[in-house]
Nanobody, 118 residues
Framework: VQLQASGGGLVQAGGSLRLSCAAS????????MGWFRQAPGKEREFVAS????????DYADSVKGRFTISRDNAKNTVYLQMNSLKPEDTAVYFC????????????WGQGTLVTVSS
């Protein structure tokens, strides 16, 4: 499945952004969707994930309580609502997909840049 991320931009600290990730086709109930980010000079890190029905979500400790992942399966789209943004959230954000039983993420979007100014 091909993924297209969008919604990045420049925002002041304390502000909000919503990222979207559109899949090229309908993803089955066997797919888990996720968001990752990579800050300048750092390794890519996990941000959040969600199962097909939305009943199971997981977040990195650094974003818990501030970010919310959701999905609209009818639109083949996953969202990342980011609130109370901090300068340390500045990064390129990537969406990804993996099979439910897989340990690696097999599909990646191209990334969208989020810049949080202080």
């Amino acid at each position: 499945v091909q993924l297209q991320a969008s919604g990045g931009g420049l925002v002041q600290a304390g502000g909000s952004l919503r990222l979207s990730c559109a899949a090229s086709r309908r993803t089955s109930s066997n797919y888990v969707m996720g968001w990752f980010r990579q800050a300048p000079g750092k390794e890519r890190e996990f941000v959040a994930s969600i199962n097909y029905g939305g009943s199971s979500t997981d977040y990195a400790d650094s974003v818990k309580g501030r970010f919310t992942i959701s999905r609209d399966n009818a639109k083949n789209t996953v969202y990342l609502q980011m609130n109370s943004l901090k300068p340390e959230d500045t990064a390129v954000y990537f969406c990804a997909a993996r099979f439910l039983i897989a340990t690696t993420w097999g599909s990646w979007g191209q990334g969208t840049l989020v810049t949080v100014s202080s």
